[in-house]
């Protein structure tokens, strides 16, 4: 979340127009004329989020971002700058800055700057609690979380290749966790922070801006160049680029991109000077590459040139008792996060070790999230997952089903209704509902229905006395 901005510049109107525009967002600003009073204003304030000048008379922007750096490194820093010294605000990139922006600018692009540092936050505020308390184990090796022989195998390779320049190839299904494979990697290779990280999902950006994206463009190399651009490579000079989901890469672009992986060297679109890089390379894919080799999607030798140090990530399923660990970690942090106290009872990890997990780690996370949010705890338990995996596991032992409760009074369920899908069902609407005060466009997000869908099974249980009662009973004095 953004809620406050740093805004450092000497120019009054600039600091004035920055400061209006992220006021229309609802945000705090505090300004700063100097290089200097920006420091003094670090010492004691916190912010998410900063634009700073690179160039101001004594303390440049350059000096400020080293001092972010140290003290604040969880800050995100935007360099303003104007187009001659595009070249410092690319070195400030490399050294840690969040992005940069060209003078002048409008208001749009400063909202589009916010609204991406707001994501990118979002993103690394799981992905530093997955490297700390998932991944992190705070010992040495900073092992993925897991005893199973497959991950120890992984985190093996890891220490192995990490402080190595060898090309990194990571496969698995989706949601195994390649890319927070990757970044560890990087980590491990960077001990002290210094070394650019870029990542790039090539499944997201459209097959005629691939090139762009990746080596970058001079102004007017195409309808729309409207200045020059900066690659991922060029940003990842000294560093590391993760090419996320590689196997999304048609045939005419594998050409380009074996040719900057076998000499580190490219031209931007529309330039025709040679720009040399030191690049350490991860690539991940869930597609299998030998077959798209096989059927002329993949080019052999592009394959051979990734292929350098392979890591398979198996998938969850497959992992014997690791998705029972996971689960216990991101229950742990959803109850910080909402100041509750939650934990799995059995019942909860029979159910989470007999399912097949095909959204893998990233399903995991989904479920257990939703759940943190509908149950008050502290026992969360099988009668509380999604009726659809409830009904794709073994039935649990009679002596772990008859510990689960109801969600409402706290009496026993017998064990003959544990597993009646209706009766589960009714009980989670009820217990959504009953978060929500009845506001079913609430409950409806909740429990990942659609309005229509709710409202249908509510009429459902009207037309069933039997179901209605009971659930005039659960919802007490809710108007349903």
Same mark, same amino acid.
């Given at each position: 979340?953004?809620?406050?901005?740093?805004?450092?510049?000497?120019?009054?109107?600039?600091?004035?127009?920055?400061?209006?525009?992220?006021?229309?967002?609802?945000?705090?600003?505090?300004?700063?004329?100097?290089?200097?009073?920006?420091?003094?204003?670090?010492?004691?304030?916190?912010?998410? %989020?900063?634009?700073?000048?690179?160039?101001?008379?004594?303390?440049?922007?350059? !000096?400020?971002?080293?001092?972010? $750096?140290?003290?604040?490194?969880?800050?995100?820093?935007?360099?303003?700058?104007?187009?001659?010294?595009?070249?410092?605000?690319?070195?400030?990139?490399?050294?840690?800055?969040?992005?940069?922006?060209?003078?002048?600018?409008?208001?749009?692009?400063?909202?589009?700057?916010?609204e991406?540092?707001?994501?990118?936050?979002?993103? /690394?505020?799981?992905? =530093?609690?997955?490297?700390?308390?998932?991944?992190?184990v705070?010992?040495?090796?900073?092992?993925?979380i897991? !005893?199973?022989?497959?991950? *120890? @195998?992984?985190?093996?390779?890891?220490? $192995?290749?990490?402080?190595?320049?060898?090309?990194?190839?990571?496969?698995?299904?989706?949601? &195994?966790?390649?890319e927070?494979?990757?970044?560890?990697? /990087?980590?491990?290779?960077?001990? !002290?922070?210094?070394?650019?990280?870029?990542?790039? =999902? *090539?499944?997201?950006?459209?097959?005629?801006?691939?090139?762009?994206?990746?080596?970058?463009?001079?102004?007017?190399?195409?309808?729309?160049?409207?200045?020059?651009?900066?690659?991922?490579?060029?940003?990842?000079?000294?560093?590391?680029l993760?090419?996320? @989901?590689?196997?999304?890469?048609?045939?005419?672009?594998?050409?380009?991109?074996?040719?900057?992986?076998?000499?580190?060297?490219?031209?931007?679109?529309?330039?025709?000077?040679?720009?040399?890089?030191?690049?350490?390379?991860?690539?991940?894919? =869930?597609?299998?590459?030998?077959?798209?080799?096989?059927?002329?999607?993949?080019?052999?030798?592009?394959?051979y040139?990734?292929?350098?140090?392979?890591?398979?990530?198996?998938?969850?399923? @497959?992992?014997?008792?690791d998705?029972?660990?996971?689960?216990? /970690?991101?229950?742990?942090?959803?109850?910080?996060?909402?100041?509750r106290?939650?934990?799995?009872?059995?019942?909860?990890? /029979?159910?989470?070790?007999?399912?097949?997990?095909p959204?893998?780690?990233?399903?995991?996370?989904?479920?257990?999230?939703?759940?943190?949010?509908?149950?008050?705890?502290?026992?969360?338990?099988?009668?509380?997952?999604?009726?659809?995996?409830?009904?794709?596991?073994?039935? %649990?032992?009679?002596?772990?089903?008859?510990?689960?409760?109801?969600? &409402?009074?706290?009496?026993?369920?017998?064990?003959?209704?544990?597993?009646? %899908?209706?009766?589960?069902?009714?009980?989670?609407?009820?217990?959504?509902? +009953?978060?929500?005060?009845?506001?079913?466009?609430?409950?409806a997000?909740?429990?990942?229905?659609?309005?229509?869908?709710?409202?249908?099974?509510?009429?459902?249980?009207?037309?069933?006395?039997?179901? %209605? +009662?009971?659930? &005039?009973?659960?919802?007490?004095?809710?108007?349903?």
């Amino acid at each position: 979340m953004i809620d406050r901005i740093l805004v450092v510049d000497d120019e009054f109107l600039i600091r004035q127009l920055l400061e209006e525009t992220a006021a229309r967002r609802g945000l705090e600003v505090v300004t700063a004329g100097s290089g200097e009073e920006a420091v003094d204003i670090l010492e004691t304030q916190e912010f998410q %989020m900063a634009f700073v000048d690179m160039k101001m008379s004594r303390m440049t922007g350059m !000096d400020v971002l080293k001092f972010v $750096r140290k003290k604040c490194p969880a800050m995100l820093m935007v360099i303003m700058t104007a187009y001659g010294t595009i070249d410092t605000a690319i070195e400030a990139m490399k050294i840690g800055a969040f992005d940069f922006i060209i003078k002048p600018f409008s208001p749009d692009q400063m909202d589009i700057l916010i609204e991406k540092g707001r994501l990118w936050l979002q993103l /690394h505020e799981r992905d =530093n609690y997955f490297r700390e308390e998932i991944t992190g184990v705070a010992d040495v090796s900073h092992r993925a979380i897991g !005893d199973s022989p497959q991950m *120890c @195998e992984v985190n093996r390779l890891i220490r $192995r290749v990490a402080p190595t320049d060898a090309t990194v190839l990571l496969t698995g299904e989706s949601g &195994t966790g390649k890319e927070l494979i990757a970044s560890e990697i /990087h980590r491990l290779s960077d001990p !002290d922070g210094n070394k650019p990280y870029i990542r790039m =999902n *090539c499944a997201a950006v459209p097959e005629n801006l691939l090139e762009s994206e990746l080596f970058g463009h001079e102004k007017g190399a195409f309808t729309g160049a409207v200045e020059r651009r900066v690659g991922r490579f060029e940003l990842a000079d000294g560093g590391t680029l993760l090419l996320d @989901e590689i196997g999304e890469i048609k045939p005419a672009m594998q050409s380009k991109l074996l040719r900057v992986l076998q000499e580190s060297e490219f031209e931007r679109v529309g330039g025709n000077k040679t720009i040399k890089v030191n690049v350490r390379v991860i690539a991940s894919t =869930n597609r299998d590459l030998k077959k798209e080799v096989e059927n002329n999607n993949f080019r052999e030798d592009l394959f051979y040139r990734l292929n350098v140090f392979p890591i398979h990530l198996p998938p969850l399923r @497959e992992r014997n008792g690791d998705a029972v660990m996971i689960a216990r /970690h991101y229950l742990e942090f959803q109850g910080r996060k909402l100041g509750r106290k939650l934990e799995l009872d059995d019942t909860a990890a /029979h159910l989470i070790l007999n399912y097949s997990w095909p959204g893998n780690i990233r399903e995991l996370q989904n479920v257990i999230e939703r759940i943190a949010i509908l149950e008050d705890g502290p026992e969360i338990m099988a009668c509380h997952f999604p009726v659809d995996m409830q009904k794709n596991v073994e039935s %649990m032992p009679v002596e772990s089903a008859q510990s689960c409760r109801s969600m &409402t009074g706290g009496a026993a369920v017998p064990v003959d209704e544990l597993f009646d %899908m209706r009766e589960i069902e009714r009980r989670t609407i009820v217990s959504a509902l +009953s978060k929500t005060n009845g506001n079913r466009t609430q409950a409806a997000t909740l429990l990942g229905f659609s309005v229509r869908t709710l409202r249908n099974k509510l009429n459902e249980y009207r037309n069933d006395p039997g179901m %209605m +009662s009971s659930l &005039t009973d659960l919802s007490g004095e809710l108007e349903l």
